[in-house]
């Protein structure tokens, strides 16, 4: 067990539908990324936030957001939901600069 | 642009057939190389962290080292547990703290 748990595991829903997906990082850690993973691309970076703000950005599109709340959880927003949005969506956190990243086991999105 | 290139794809060995995996990149200012196991419907479990040319780390039956080009994971009489898909990422200078991933090698380890 990581330490870092994702909400829902599953998510079904249909083309132009927004979701939100929500992460609680390990206790401690204040950093918190999160990943896109689908079979052509493998795992890409799409976003950073550090106790609350925006630290980095990757090859996230203009219809999804991010946010990190005080109480360190994370929550990811995806709107205008095409099909080729369907992947996993991991999150991870961090306790520091060059720390290891860890993973929660994913929401997997599935857009009919 | 960073660059991660793992090989091969997919690997089958036999229950203690010792093997390495490879993963070549390209970076700006080497931060870190990382090392993970993925099973299926799981998310990335950390093994290791490299961080400087030659730098070796051992975990039971694996094995990384690390040059400026490339690393290998070194699995040494691996067992049917063993079995999963291993992704390399590095971090550089240039992108923040993000990972960026290889496209990993499966890996199945028969009796």
């Avoid at chain 1, 990757?58 to 360190?72: C, H, K, V």
């Amino acid at each position: 067990d990581s330490g870092v748990t994702q909400t829902p595991k599953h998510l079904i829903t249909a083309t132009g539908q927004r979701v939100t997906l929500r992460c609680s990082p390990r206790s401690g850690d204040l950093s918190v990324y999160w990943y896109q993973q689908s079979l052509d691309q493998g795992l890409q970076f799409l976003i950073q936030y550090y106790n609350g703000e925006e630290r980095a950005k990757g090859n996230i599109l203009e219809r999804f957001s991010a946010q990190q709340f005080p109480d360190l959880h994370s929550e990811l927003n995806l709107s205008s939901l095409e099909l080729g949005d369907s992947a996993l969506y991991f999150c991870a956190s961090s306790g520091g600069v060059n720390q290891p990243q860890h993973f929660g086991d994913g929401t997997r999105l599935s857009i009919l | 642009e960073d660059q991660v290139t793992q090989s091969p794809e997919a690997l089958r060995l036999q229950e203690g057939e010792s093997s390495s995996l490879n993963c070549s990149y390209t970076v700006s200012g080497l931060r870190g190389l990382f090392w993970y196991r993925q099973d299926p419907g799981k998310g990335p479990e950390f093994l290791f962290t490299l961080y400087s040319a030659g730098e070796e780390k051992e975990k039971e039956r694996l094995k990384a080292t690390l040059t400026k080009k490339e690393s290998f994971l070194h699995i040494t009489a691996p067992k049917p547990e063993d079995s999963a898909t291993y992704l390399c990422a590095v971090q550089g200078s240039n992108s923040g703290y993000a990972l960026n991933f290889g496209k990993g090698t499966s890996l199945l380890v028969t009796p």
